[in-house]
C-alpha cells in the first residue's frame, strides 16, 4: 500500500534546520553501531504496545485467520525491535519515533492487517456525533470570548486522550471507556507544562487569521467533539478552515474518507454545522499514514490548500510533539496536545497526562 502521487513540502513550513522528530535520540559522537540509551527507551516503549496492538489485530473479523496474522505481526516487530537493540543502522535505522511507527505499520501490512482499529474508531465517531451538539451548545452559551476560547481549548486536550497508541490509555479506554466531559473537567492544572494559552487568546483577539490548516489527530471524541467545535468557531468568524487528515490508516488515527463521512453527518441538508456555512471548511489528504508527520513530505493536494495558510495547528502528541514542535513556519503556528508517553513527559519536564500549547506568531 504506497502513498498516491508525489510527495513535497508543505509550502509554508521553514525547511532550513527543519527536523521532523523532537526528541535527539543520538548525536554525532554516539556510537553508530550501539544503540543509545534514549533510542533504547523508545524502541521499549513500542514493544510495550505489542500486546495491545495484537489483541486489536487478532479481533478484526474483516481478515481471515486473524489470530494466526496477529501473532505473526506480534513475533515479526519483536525481532525487528531486538534487532534495533543489537544494532541500530538495521532495518533502515538509527531508530527514531517515526521509523518505529512505520516499521510496526509496514509488519502489520505484510501480514495482512489494513486497519486493525476500524471497528473502535466507528463506534467512537458515533458515540462522539450523538454528543457534538451538546458539546456545541454549552461552547456558544460562553458570550465571553476570551473563555470560550480556552474552553474549546480544554475540549481539544480532553478529546486527545481517546489513543490506542498509548498502551497505558489502550488499557484504561478497554477497561472504563471515558467521559469527555469527565476529561475536560480533569486536566491537569494550569500551568501546563508548555502554556501559551494567553498568548494564543489574545491573538486570536486581533482577528487578523484567512487560513488555518489543522492536521487532526485521532478518530471519536479527539476530531468530533475537539478539533470540529474548535473549527466551527473559526468558520464563525470568518477563517478558512483546512482539516488534514491521514491517507492511510494508523492507530485510531482518523482518515481523509472517515472524516468525510463523520462530517456529513454532522452537517444539515443545507450543508450547515449548526447553523455556521461550511462552504469555507475544506478537507484534505495530507498523504501521511503514520501517526506522526515529516512535514517536507505532504500531499500536493495539501500542499496547494496550505500555500496562503496564516495559521497551521499541529494537533496530538505524535503530529505535535514527537514530531514538529520546534517547527517554524512562514505564518503563525499552534502545537497543542496531550501528553501520553512517560519518555516524552520526561523531555519535556512535565507530568503524564500535561498538556501541551505551543503558540508561535510569526514576525515577517
Not at 18 to 26: F, G, L, N, Q
Not at 115 to 142: G, P, S, W
Not at 321 to 343: G, R, W
Request: aromatic share 8%.
Amino acid at each position: 500500500m504506497e502513498k498516491s502521487g508525489e510527495m513535497v513540502a508543505l509550502p509554508v513550513l521553514l525547511e532550513q534546520n527543519y527536523r521532523a522528530c523532537t526528541i535527539p535520540y543520538r548525536f554525532p559522537s554516539d556510537n553508530p553501531k550501539k544503540t543509545t540509551p534514549t533510542e533504547l527507551s523508545w524502541i521499549n516503549l513500542f514493544a510495550n504496545s505489542i500486546p495491545s496492538f495484537r489483541n486489536r489485530a487478532q479481533s478484526d473479523d474483516s481478515v481471515p485467520d486473524a489470530p494466526a496474522k496477529a501473532e505473526k505481526f506480534a513475533q515479526r516487530y519483536k525481532e525487528i525491535l531486538e534487532d534495533l537493540k543489537k544494532d541500530p543502522e538495521s532495518h533502515g535505522g538509527p531508530p527514531d519515533c517515526i521509523l518505529l511507527c512505520q516499521l510496526r505499520e509496514l509488519v502489520l501490512r505484510e501480514v495482512g492487517f489494513r486497519d486493525i482499529f476500524k471497528k473502535v474508531k466507528d463506534e467512537e465517531n458515533a458515540k462522539a456525533i450523538t454528543l457534538f451538539k451538546d458539546v456545541v451548545h454549552l461552547n456558544d452559551a460562553i458570550e465571553d470570548e476570551a473563555k470560550r476560547i480556552e474552553n474549546l481549548i480544554r475540549g481539544i486536550f480532553a478529546g486527545n486522550i481517546f489513543d490506542l497508541g498509548s498502551a497505558q490509555l489502550a488499557e484504561l479506554f478497554a477497561k472504563d471507556g471515558m467521559s469527555f466531559q469527565a476529561s475536560c473537567q480533569n486536566l491537569v492544572p494550569r500551568p501546563w507544562v508548555i502554556d501559551d494559552l494567553d498568548n494564543f487568546i489574545s491573538k486570536w483577539g486581533q482577528k487578523s487569521w484567512k487560513k488555518a490548516v489543522i492536521f487532526v489527530d485521532n478518530s471519536g471524541a479527539d476530531v468530533v467533539l475537539g478539533i470540529l467545535p474548535f473549527a466551527r468557531e473559526l468558520l464563525r468568524h470568518g477563517v478558512k478552515v483546512v482539516l488534514a487528515a491521514n491517507d492511510l490508516p494508523s492507530i485510531n488515527d482518523i482518515t481523509y474518507t472517515e472524516l468525510i463521512e463523520v462530517l456529513a453527518k454532522l452537517k444539515d441538508e443545507n450543508g450547515m454545522l449548526l447553523g455556521v456555512d461550511t462552504s469555507n471548511l475544506f478537507i484534505a489528504n495530507s498523504g501521511n499514514d503514520l501517526p506522526v508527520i515529516d512535514l517536507t513530505s505532504v500531499s500536493q493536494e495539501l500542499s496547494y490548500l496550505a500555500s496562503d495558510a496564516d495559521l497551521v495547528i499541529l494537533e496530538g502528541m505524535g503530529r505535535g510533539i514527537e514530531t514538529n514542535l520546534y517547527a517554524q513556519f512562514k505564518c503563525d503556528s499552534l502545537k497543542i496536545a496531550m501528553v501520553k508517553h512517560p519518555e516524552v513527559a520526561e523531555f519535556l519536564g512535565g507530568r503524564l497526562y500535561d498538556c501541551v500549547i505551543k503558540f508561535n506568531q510569526y514576525l515577517a
